[in-house]
């Protein structure tokens, strides 16, 4: 019977154990992870296909058409047959193959360049959401020395009152402290797990996603070393969605003027061979050419113009766009550079609370002090952990703006 109860808690534990695993992941193994699993990179890489597709479905060529007619021409009793056999290709005379092939390499260049950019941003996401889960990491430590404490200082306290030296508010002022902090605990708890879960779901899939992530890079606050006017030209000049719309503004013009060459018809050659049961016999040569009496194409020629005229505008917002956003992430990085230099010169250690624990067990320290000193700790500590956090995010922004210009020193 014991020899059954072991293995039943054998199979329900094991399991559970296995699926809850956790490891250790670097910033530069997150990276990889999700170059090899994610699936938001699969959706990005399918768009990018689709408008390949697209591209190659633009430049293909008409397939020619074989047709066979066979007459029966009967004059009395006299058995006549003519058996044709026909080669139909249309023919573009003003070299509308060669403009679409131009434009459709065009577009999939375009294509290939947006999905890139795509997965930058991807990447942005990725190392984002690993540093909130760094510094959530960090901030439910700081909860939990603070609770430790909080909880030292309560026992402390209750033997205190078992002594009559300690009144029960005093007491019950420690039991609120501790219960706040242990709320605000679980609440860091939580959104480290939701934090988890959504970083989980862009470096792993299917039964994966239940493996626990433990940050095992420590973030850092260095300087970057290049000036804001440098980036900006670098990222007009390198920027791969950039670039991609160029492409498109390239792919546009040329497909305006396959539009205007479509205004005069195509010519549709046919060649073919003509049997006769009388034995004659010979080549069939004939051609067609519709009438652009009533459609000249005009449609598609105002809407091409409309489409190239309206990507060259949008081309000149992007890079004004581009120079904005390179803008506004370099300041954001030195806005957070100066707060976290300033944070350094007040920053309070895990040696001062246990210093004021130490001072209040002795007398030195009020209850009034220890709780001011416990929240100026956690609040400290926070502040100094989400401004680490900010600062690289913002790195990582300002990396994709720039176009990749940011050193990999700088965990970008």
Known sequence: MTRYIRWTVLLVVFPAAVHAQSIPVSLDEAVNLFKQNSLQQELARYDQLRKQGEAIRYKAYPNPQISVNREQLNAGTIDYQETTYMISQPVELLGQPFLRSRSASKSQKAAELQFEYDRRQLIRQVKSLYADYWQLSHKLETYEQALEVIRTARSAAKARQAEGTFSSLQVQRFNVEYSRYRKQRDQVQLNLKQTGDRLATYLFSGQELDTEIQPSDSLTVEPINVQKQPLVQ????????????????????????????????????????????????????????????????????????????????????????????VSTAYDRVELLFKQWKSMQKEAMEQSMLEAARAAYQQGRYSLVELLDATRAYIDGQTMIYETIADYNQALFELNVQSAGRISNTQNN
């Open 234 to 325: 670098y990222a007009l000049a390198n920027r791969p969605d950039l670039a991609a719309l160029k492409h498109m503004v390239d792919a546009s013009e040329l497909q305006y003027k396959v539009d205007k060459q479509d205004r005069l018809p195509d010519l549709n050659v046919n060649v073919g061979y003509k049997n006769q049961s009388d034995g004659a016999e010979g080549f069939v040569i004939g051609g067609s050419i519709k009438l652009p009496i009533f459609n000249q194409n005009r449609g598609n020629v105002t809407l091409t113009k409309a489409q190239t005229r309206s990507r060259q505008t949008e081309l000149i917002l992007k890079q004004q766009g581009v120079r904005n956003q």
